[in-house]
């Protein structure tokens, strides 16, 4: 029947099936660069993307397209990472949402200052696809709670 929908699932890059009803992830980072790796990767994996650069952008568009998961980096112009999951978790349209923090913030002290601060999980940078996947999956599919590691 010409103009049906296709019953064949939505591929992956490596045959798995992907999602029919994507979930939607905004990523921030002011690195063209660092939002190009998580967009390629996260798209590949079946998930609708939109991006930013800075924190306050992350609050509009948030606002705007009621993402399922947020990806931020920790250094970021306009309003950093801690101070744009703190806004999030004082609005009530978006305290609800995971917030994943992807940075190269490694020191002693940082990962508890993110997850204080309100972030759901703290991915330090370089990151392997197999653990983002990983972290990404478990943020959306079985968490319970903005912040289930506190």
């Given at each position: 029947?010409?103009?049906a929908?296709?019953?064949?699932?939505?591929?992956?890059?490596r045959?798995?099936?992907?999602?029919?009803?994507?979930?939607?992830?905004?990523?921030?980072?002011?690195?063209?660069?660092?939002r190009?790796?998580?967009?390629?990767?996260l798209?590949?994996s079946?998930?609708?993307?939109?991006?930013?650069e800075?924190?306050?952008?992350?609050?509009?568009?948030?606002r705007?397209?009621?993402?399922?998961?947020?990806?931020?980096?920790?250094?970021?112009?306009v309003?950093?990472?801690?101070?744009?999951?703190?806004?999030?978790?004082?609005?009530?349209?978006?305290?609800?949402?995971?917030?994943?923090?992807?940075?190269?913030?490694?020191?002693?002290?940082?990962?508890?200052?993110?997850?204080?601060?309100?972030?759901?999980?703290?991915?330090?940078?370089?990151?392997?696809?197999?653990?983002?996947?990983?972290?990404?999956?478990?943020?959306?599919?079985?968490?319970s709670?903005?912040?289930?590691?506190?």
């Amino acid at each position: 029947m010409a103009g049906a929908p296709s019953r064949t699932p939505r591929r992956g890059r490596r045959g798995e099936a992907l999602p029919v009803n994507p979930k939607t992830i905004l990523i921030a980072d002011d690195s063209a660069a660092g939002r190009e790796f998580l967009r390629s990767a996260l798209v590949h994996s079946g998930y609708r993307v939109i991006e930013a650069e800075n924190g306050k952008q992350v609050l509009d568009l948030a606002r705007a397209h009621a993402p399922d998961l947020i990806i931020l980096d920790i250094r970021m112009p306009v309003l950093d990472g801690l101070s744009t999951v703190t806004e999030i978790r004082r609005d009530p349209a978006l305290l609800h949402l995971p917030v994943m923090a992807l940075t190269a913030f490694a020191m002693q002290g940082d990962r508890e200052d993110a997850l204080k601060a309100g972030f759901s999980r703290y991915v330090t940078k370089p990151v392997r696809l197999a653990s983002l996947r990983e972290e990404v999956h478990a943020l959306l599919y079985e968490r319970s709670g903005p912040n289930p590691d506190s």
